[in-house]
């Protein structure tokens, strides 16, 4: 009984004075969910913000910074595919056109989000939201640029692409409001 008493206060030891890392991963990322909870798509949120790990020590206008970056490099990869469209389609006339335009979208989308994180930096969160907004817009504005050419396949790529852009700016959107400034 005596040895096996001494494994207990052993176990409890360890299990109070060196807790394993998840220990403080899972404590920081309460303001993590509560701030997703904000947002309309709780699990993009969740699984974009805990993608990068300053997340974790990070308040909720970090939160917002850092869902700001991600939705800003989803664009720039979005330009990047647009450019490889257009490597791939040389021949056809109305698909340079097309294409080119939409790549000048998602850059503006790049250029709203650069904007709302200045205006986060300047404490204004209304200005911030306006530019997140005028982000989410964009890649719509590219579907359109499809939609003046029914003969043109919208790719499926860019559908997905579009679509998740969009969320990612709801998502920050939903961050933003609950900063209440
Ligand atoms: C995490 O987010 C911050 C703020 O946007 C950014 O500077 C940093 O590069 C990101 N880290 C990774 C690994 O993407
Ligand atoms: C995308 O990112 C690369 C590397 O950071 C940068 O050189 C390029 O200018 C960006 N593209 C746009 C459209 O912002
Ligand atoms: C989607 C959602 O719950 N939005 C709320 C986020 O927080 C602000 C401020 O508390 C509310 O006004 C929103 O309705």
Known sequence: ???LAAIFILLLSIAHFSPPSHFFVSGDSTLIR???KNTTYYNLCMSSLKSNSSSFKADTKGLAVIMIGIAMTHANQTTRYLSSQLVSNTNDAVIQKV???CADKYSLAIESLQESLQQLDL???DYASVQ???AKDYPNVCHNEYRRFPGLAYPAELAH???QLEHMCDVALGI???LGW
């Open 34 to 36: 509560k701030t997703c």
């Open 176 to 178: 933003i409001d609950v």
């Open 161 to 163: 692409r579009e679509v």
């Open 123 to 125: 404490m204004s969160s």
């Open 99 to 101: 294409v080119k335009d």
């Open 132 to 134: 997140v907004t005028a």
């Open 1 to 3: 009984m005596g040895s």
